[in-house]
């Protein structure tokens, strides 16, 4: 890998930015660690002038946010034949809007929370009182709220009491347009991080989120201290081996590739409940994918030069070294 010479993107201007660099510094730093030739660039206007005329071997997208994850930066890289880490353009619209990939996987028979998806624009024209309650007639409440698209928990919140639904649902709103509502499931929460390698994909250890606070929202994921991670998930045989399974599936279905990590919930009947996925995974201090990986005897580095090799390979499959 010494030979390579590898651009870990980060940064951008989404809502977390912040969380993108912390991501991209740990990454690159790992990937220094295994002798690789790593650039830390951010995602602004010179990219394009860069990638034209410094063109690396390979591009690893440590982007949250929609630039990262919304396949705007991957159609980027696409245009330019630049290889890189990662699910392509289409699959990443697909994992990003939340309700499509829940419609997707809901149709091959995955289990998933009853939701509804409502623009801000139905709440001014048909009045926000009789949308909200039918809103709770249909799901229930407790209710799950969080932006049709997004990452890092930004707007999403648990509403108990339905005098505290309007203002959830403004909070919600300042992260997007449209809201996808969603019946709240009591259970054990878990992160599947799935990995590609010679065999397909496989699921590294499931992660299970305690949060102090009972929601794993933006500070309970940043914030260090305030959430207890069990790694391996403290679930019987059978459950871990459910997850793992639903994860691999929505990375399969979803048409996901190198590196994806499933959120959901595991019920107290063992009904495993997929909530999202998320096609660029965290990497800092605090983030699920590093956990698994540790748990399952491997390193950042480990795995993100076997991808690095697998991007290569994909961009020239008959003279690239293949190393998964």
Same mark, same amino acid.
């Given at each position: 890998?010494?030979?390579?010479?590898?651009?870990?993107?980060?940064?951008?201007?989404?809502?977390?930015?912040?969380?993108?660099?912390?991501?991209?510094?740990?990454?690159?730093?790992?990937?220094?660690?295994?002798?690789?030739?790593?650039?830390?660039?951010? &995602?602004?206007? !010179?990219?394009?002038? @860069?990638?034209?005329?410094?063109? %690396?071997? #390979?591009? *690893?997208?440590? /982007?949250?946010?929609?630039?990262?994850?919304?396949?705007?930066?991957?159609?980027?890289?696409?245009?330019?034949?630049?290889?890189?880490?990662?699910?392509?353009?289409?699959?990443?619209?697909?994992?990003?809007?939340?309700?499509?990939?829940?419609?997707?996987?809901?149709?091959?028979?995955?289990?998933?929370?009853?939701?509804?998806?409502?623009?801000?624009?139905?709440?001014?024209?048909?009045?926000?009182?009789?949308?909200?309650?039918?809103?709770?007639?249909?799901?229930?409440?407790?209710?799950?709220?969080?932006?049709?698209?997004?990452?890092? &928990?930004?707007? !999403?919140?648990?509403? @108990?009491?339905?005098?505290?639904? %309007?203002? #959830?649902? *403004?909070?919600? /709103?300042?992260?997007?347009?449209?809201?996808?509502?969603?019946?709240?499931?009591?259970?054990?929460?878990?992160?599947?991080?799935?990995?590609?390698?010679?065999?397909?994909?496989?699921?590294?250890?499931?992660?299970?989120?305690?949060?102090?606070?009972?929601?794993?929202?933006?500070?309970?994921?940043?914030?260090?201290?305030?959430?207890?991670?069990?790694?391996?998930?403290?679930?019987?045989?059978?459950?871990?081996?459910?997850?793992?399974?639903?994860?691999?599936?929505?990375?399969?279905?979803?048409?996901?590739?190198?590196?994806?990590?499933?959120?959901?919930?595991?019920?107290?009947?063992?009904?495993?409940?997929?909530?999202?996925?998320?096609?660029?995974?965290? /990497?800092?201090?605090?983030?699920?994918?590093?956990?698994?990986?540790?748990?399952?005897?491997?390193?950042?580095?480990?795995?993100?030069?076997?991808?690095?090799?697998?991007?290569?390979?994909?961009?020239?499959?008959?003279?690239?070294?293949?190393?998964?």
């Amino acid at each position: 890998m010494s030979d390579r010479c590898v651009v870990v993107l980060s940064g951008g201007l989404s809502h977390e930015r912040d969380v993108s660099l912390r991501s991209g510094r740990r990454l690159s730093a790992a990937l220094r660690s295994a002798d690789v030739m790593v650039e830390e660039w951010d &995602a602004d206007s !010179a990219l394009l002038s @860069r990638l034209r005329e410094h063109r %690396p071997d #390979a591009v *690893v997208i440590a /982007l949250h946010g929609a630039e990262g994850e919304g396949g705007s930066i991957q159609t980027v890289l696409e245009m330019l034949d630049v290889p890189f880490v990662g699910a392509d353009s289409h699959a990443c619209r697909r994992a990003w809007d939340k309700p499509t990939a829940k419609t997707e996987l809901a149709r091959a028979g995955l289990a998933t929370p009853d939701w509804v998806v409502l623009p801000h624009s139905t709440f001014r024209e048909l009045g926000a009182r009789p949308v909200l309650d039918a809103m709770v007639d249909r799901l229930g409440l407790p209710m799950m709220l969080k932006p049709e698209q997004g990452g890092s &928990a930004l707007g !999403a919140q648990v509403v @108990r009491e339905a005098a505290e639904l %309007p203002a #959830a649902m *403004v909070a919600c /709103l300042a992260y997007g347009e449209t809201v996808m509502a969603e019946r709240y499931v009591e259970g054990v929460e878990v992160a599947v991080t799935v990995v590609d390698g010679p065999g397909g994909p496989a699921a590294l250890p499931a992660v299970e989120i305690d949060p102090s606070t009972g929601v794993y929202d933006y500070t309970a994921r940043y914030t260090a201290g305030l959430t207890t991670f069990h790694t391996p998930a403290r679930l019987d045989a059978r459950s871990a081996a459910a997850v793992a399974e639903v994860a691999v599936a929505a990375h399969r279905l979803l048409g996901l590739r190198d590196v994806s990590r499933t959120d959901a919930i595991v019920a107290a009947d063992g009904t495993v409940h997929f909530l999202e996925v998320n096609s660029s995974p965290g /990497l800092t201090e605090t983030s699920l994918l590093p956990m698994a990986a540790e748990a399952g005897g491997r390193s950042l580095a480990d795995i993100y030069t076997g991808l690095i090799e697998r991007a290569v390979a994909r961009a020239n499959p008959v003279t690239a070294p293949h190393n998964p």
